[in-house]
């Protein structure tokens, strides 16, 4: 389980092939001094598993699965990523509750900036527009941000220069591809909204 609050930019160091999975090894100048074998830490919004570390760089294995549905195999070497290492009890819970399970990749839109703050519209795929609300929270790339207009195909957030700057939105190109990760809560409601019965098979039952 995460925040959202992202505690460190790593650089991408080095990738190689791990059957048919892949191994990145990345350098974590901070979180490394802490960091344990098994600990999990979310990398740009996926959870992965720390299965080596090497002064301050850290290795995590990747799963087809992982490949597949997450922006992680498009990486290229030197790229910045986003780090958090998972919540603890006890922790401050500043952002909102994130599980590292990302849904779906969206892009890049547009880039609108306004006296040191930017509005960025993102695109999100068919199936996930209904978890994302106007006020609603969404997980992008691993950051908790409040979601400010929610369309059918895309939505916008509206970003302050600390988040700019301490995170790879600061840096991100019109284009690019993004991990996201909607609100739990709207998952779960709208699963059960599902699998209710409806009221005419209710009363049939009745």
């Not at 609603?136 to 220069?161: H, K, M, N, Q, Y």
Request: proline share 6%; hydrophobic share 45%.
């Amino acid at each position: 389980m995460f925040t959202g609050l992202i505690q460190e930019l790593g650089e991408l160091a080095r990738v190689a092939p791990r059957g048919a999975g892949k191994s990145l090894w990345i350098e974590l100048p901070v979180l490394s001094r802490s960091a344990k074998l098994g600990d999990s830490i979310a990398i740009n919004g996926t959870c992965l598993t720390v299965v080596e570390i090497e002064g301050p760089t850290v290795r995590f294995d990747l799963s087809p699965e992982t490949l597949a549905m997450t922006t992680l195999s498009q990486l290229s070497l030197k790229a910045m990523v986003n780090v958090e290492p998972s919540l603890r009890a006890g922790d401050p819970l500043g952002g909102h509750f994130v599980q590292g399970h990302v849904d779906g990749v969206g892009e890049l839109l547009e880039r609108m900036p306004q006296d040191g703050f930017e509005t960025f519209r993102f695109s999100v795929p068919p199936g996930l527009a209904k978890f994302v609300a106007g006020k609603g929270s969404i997980a992008v790339d691993g950051i908790s941000l409040t979601v400010v207009e929610a369309c059918e195909d895309s939505f916008t957030v509206a970003l302050i220069p600390h988040t700019l700057q301490c995170t790879n939105l600061g840096r991100m190109r019109v284009g690019t591809p993004v991990n996201l990760e909607t609100d739990m809560l709207a998952r779960y409601l709208a699963r059960i909204v599902a699998m209710a019965p409806s009221p005419a098979r209710a009363g049939e039952q009745a």
